[in-house]
C-alpha cells in the first residue's frame, strides 16, 4: 500500500514538473474507480460517427473446433479522432515493445462469412 502511494505520488510530482516546464495544462489522472479486466479476443466496427472496441474472452482450449463461442464482457465507443489518437500510441508502444523482445509475428485471419464493417 506504502509503495502504490509513493508511486502515485511520484507520477504526480512527475506530472507537476513536467506541465511547468513546458508552462502545459497538467493533467491528473483519477483511478479512483477504475477496473482491470483481461481480454484475448477484441474486434473493431465503425461508422462515421463512432469506433466501437469489443472485449472478450474466448475459453476454448480445444484446437479444431467447430464453433467457438467469445465472451463479450467490454465495448468502448470513441470518436474517430480519439480512436486515431489511441491507434497511434499503440502503435508507439509495439515499436518500443518489438525493440526491446523482438518482433510479434501474429497471423490474421478473419472466420468465413464475416466481413469489415
Do not use: C
Not at 495544462?25 to 483481461?38: E, F, G, K, L, P
Not at 465503425?46 to 469489443?54: D, I
Not at 480512436?83 to 518500443?96: F, G, Y
Amino acid at each position: 500500500m506504502t509503495t502504490e502511494k509513493s508511486s502515485k505520488k511520484a507520477e504526480a510530482v512527475e506530472s507537476e514538473s513536467t506541465a511547468r516546464a513546458g508552462n502545459q495544462t497538467r493533467i491528473v489522472w483519477d483511478d479512483s474507480n477504475m477496473r482491470s479486466i483481461y481480454a484475448n479476443v477484441s474486434n473493431v466496427a465503425s461508422g462515421r460517427e463512432e469506433v466501437v472496441l469489443l472485449f472478450g474472452m474466448n475459453q476454448s482450449w480445444h484446437a479444431g473446433q467447430k464453433e467457438v463461442k467469445v465472451q463479450l464482457m467490454d465495448r468502448i465507443i470513441l470518436s474517430p479522432f480519439a480512436a486515431k489518437r489511441l491507434s497511434i500510441l499503440l502503435n508507439n508502444v509495439l515499436q518500443e515493445y518489438e525493440k526491446r523482445y523482438g518482433a510479434l509475428e501474429i497471423e490474421v485471419t478473419r472466420p468465413p462469412g464475416s466481413s469489415i464493417q
